[in-house]
């Protein structure tokens, strides 16, 4: 799970005459990863696209604008519909339904410049001063009569478009849909190496998965393909990591920073783990990671592309972990939950257990604790990293004599009696790290201090959400409320958009700052990236 | 009445919460324009120029850190 899927290179060689039916199964199981062919050999020619690719290209062009005018870009197809007539009717059908819709648009757009000119004029008013002849003047005043006629007429029109839209809508999704992806099968040929007579395909494609390509290819093809495993290590194998799906959305915060490279760990895992964690420990407030799922709950089905989707389930995760960290500290929109109801303790725990703004402290050093716990982590996977890659020496001098450096550290604040002997072990460290890492690691041991340090972020970003939720909360109920009706809505006026503010607030900067602690502080432990993402033939773009 | 050594104190946590501020501010300032300019010409890069824009906000935390420990921990052990 956390490592990359073991990838073996192929060739699948067969003859052209079932070159489509090869690329149709290998685009239904999505399972190689094409390596483009540069036309670099003697005697193998780049090959040519399948026909009927330019009518159906025609047909995407249309298809497109409509989705376009319609507004039904993050609209997803029916993949189930898969028969479409491609006959005449098809295309007279297509044509007839742009022009309808286009004519419709350029209506309206016409009848919406004239409504504001008629505006402006209406604005002028008196025309008469204006010293016109009759006839002018009597057509203007036809114009801004016609005002009325023309505001019906215009919501005519975008009745019209509406029908037209819940009409079509899933014909023109599904039809856009389809012909991409035919289009796509059309045009693979020209990532390919031909002759005269046969195809190469040359790819990478996951281990475990060879032996079932292989059969399904021959049952396809009447056995007239052949593949080969080539035992080739070379740069530029594409990473595929399998990560459980509930845990999907946070490859994309590893891919914003760097795919990862074939041969290392990939931390999607941990961070899907420590990233709401942190999260939650920053904005932490029952209140707020209540508004916060309640928002993630509302957009969600407002806005379905690809990219939200994961963005929404990453936050999902973080409101549970604020709202966990809201009773951990005892807030609700900045108030004292557990005094304001009378609750002492639960089960002989003290509540709250930490206040933020009364456990300064402890919480600072909880937060540095945090710290040393999350870079050690990434020292170990640098271990693993290092081990597998160059073996257990240099292992050893990378990056358990950072583990030992970082915790020296901590001994000479934690025990300041025993400087000495601290010091000894840090020096005895502090060689196998030069060892390891030439003289300039040295310098990297105050950036050591400075990460160690950037944790207390953890407390500090709360407590200025915590600070300003405290004074409107402050301003609120000890100065407005009291003080007569007027102040009262004025109170409530500022309760409401002071904590909205403040949790928009609240939800960038825990997202922004929780995310870097994992780039930054995190991932330079261990993380190399600039690999290859494993993008199989059959998996188009926006899916990724 | 407070002395002298509270009113450093406090001044001082004044300062390092100020002057690292600004200092943030300055970076951010050219960041953000920085990336403004970039989103400009692609749009896509809006997440990752929002990322950088906040990574000099380290210096303040630092200097909230500095004025933290000064007021919990230097000033109560007075």
Same mark, same amino acid.
Do not use: Q
């Given at each position: 799970m956390l490592k990359p899927k073991k990838m073996n290179k192929v060739l699948i060689v067969g003859s052209k005459d079932v070159l489509e039916s090869t690329i149709n199964t290998l685009y239904d199981l999505k399972i190689i990863h094409i390596i483009d062919y540069q036309g670099s050999e003697e005697g193998f020619e780049i090959g040519k696209p399948i026909k009927k690719t330019s009518l159906f290209s025609e047909y995407v062009l249309s298809l497109r604008a409509l989705k376009d005018v319609l507004n039904l870009s993050d609209k997803s197809a029916d993949r189930e519909m898969k028969d479409f007539e491609f006959s005449k009717e098809f295309k007279e059908r297509l044509d007839h339904l742009e022009n309808e819709v286009m004519k419709k648009r350029k209506k309206l757009e016409d009848i919406q410049i004239l409504l504001s000119d008629i505006e402006k004029i209406d604005d002028v008013g008196e025309l008469k001063k204006l010293g016109l002849s009759e006839d002018v003047n009597s057509i203007m005043l036809d114009l801004i009569n016609s005002k009325e006629n023309l505001i019906k007429e215009k919501q005519e029109l975008e009745d019209e478009l509406k029908h037209i839209n819940e009409e079509y809508r899933n014909f023109i999704v599904t039809a856009e849909d389809f012909l991409s992806r035919e289009i796509e099968k059309a045009e693979t040929p020209l990532r390919l190496a031909t002759t005269e007579n046969t195809f190469v395909i040359e790819g990478w494609m996951p281990s475990d998965n060879i032996e079932h390509a292989r059969e399904e290819l021959q049952k396809s093809t009447g056995d007239k393909v052949h593949v080969v495993e080539l035992d080739e290590v070379e740069e530029g194998i594409p990473t595929y990591v399998e990560t459980p799906k509930p845990f999907k959305p946070f490859d994309t915060l590893v891919d914003m920073f760097s795919t990862p490279n074939y041969d290392e760990v990939s931390p999607t895992l941990l961070i899907a783990f420590t990233f709401p964690l942190f999260y939650g420990f920053m904005l932490g407030d029952f209140g707020y990671g209540l508004s916060l799922f309640g928002l993630v709950q509302l957009l969600r089905r407002k806005m379905h592309s690809t990219g939200w989707q994961s963005l929404l389930n990453m936050m999902s995760y973080a409101s549970y972990f604020t709202m966990f960290f809201g009773l951990f500290y005892g807030e609700f929109f900045g108030a004292e939950i557990y005094h304001t109801l009378g609750i002492d303790s639960v089960a002989g725990i003290h509540l709250p257990i930490a206040h933020r703004l009364d456990e300064i402290v402890p919480l600072l050093i909880a937060s540095v604790g945090i710290g040393v716990v999350h870079i050690t982590l990434g020292y170990v996977i640098g271990f693993?990293?290092? /081990?597998?890659?160059?073996?257990?020496?240099? $292992?050893?001098?990378?990056? =358990?004599?950072?583990?030992?450096?970082?915790?020296? =550290?901590?001994? *000479?604040?934690? *025990? &300041?009696? /025993?400087? /000495? &002997?601290? +010091?000894?072990?840090?020096?005895?460290? $502090?060689?196998?790290?030069?060892?390891?890492? +030439?003289?300039? +690691?040295?310098?990297?041991?105050?950036? %050591?201090?400075?990460?160690?340090?950037? /944790?207390?972020?953890?407390?500090?970003?709360?407590?200025?959400?915590? +600070?300003? $939720?405290?004074?409107?909360?402050?301003?609120a109920f000890d100065l407005l409320l009291p003080n007569g009706i007027f102040y009262a809505i004025l109170g409530v006026l %500022?309760?409401?958009?002071?904590?909205?503010?403040?949790? $928009?607030?609240?939800?960038?900067?825990? *997202?922004?700052?929780?995310l870097r602690l994992q780039y930054v502080e995190f991932f330079t432990k261990f993380y190399k990236g600039g690999g290859v993402k494993f993008t199989p033939l059959g998996i188009r773009n926006e899916e990724v | 009445m407070a002395d002298l050594t509270t009113g450093l104190i406090a001044l001082s946590a004044a300062l390092a919460v100020g002057l690292t501020g600004i200092a943030s501010a300055i970076a951010e300032r050219q960041i953000g324009s920085a990336a403004v300019g970039a989103m400009a010409e692609k749009e896509e890069l809006f997440g990752k120029a929002l990322l950088l824009t906040v990574i000099p906000e380290t210096i303040v935390i630092f200097g909230l850190a500095v004025a933290l420990i000064l007021l919990f921990v230097v000033l109560p052990g007075l």
């Open positions: 693993i990293n290092v /081990y597998r890659k160059e073996g257990l020496k240099h $292992a050893i001098l990378e990056k =358990i004599s950072w583990i030992g450096i970082l915790y020296c =550290i901590i001994g *000479f604040l934690l *025990f &300041p009696d /025993y400087t /000495y &002997p601290i +010091g000894g072990v840090l020096v005895v460290f $502090a060689v196998m790290m030069i060892l390891g890492e +030439g003289m300039i +690691g040295l310098l990297e041991i105050f950036t %050591l201090i400075s990460h160690l340090v950037s /944790y207390t972020r953890l407390l500090a970003i709360g407590l200025s959400s915590v +600070g300003i $939720a405290l004074a409107i909360n402050k301003i %500022l309760l409401v958009m002071g904590h909205t503010l403040n949790l $928009a607030l609240g939800i960038i900067a825990s *997202f922004l700052h929780s | -």
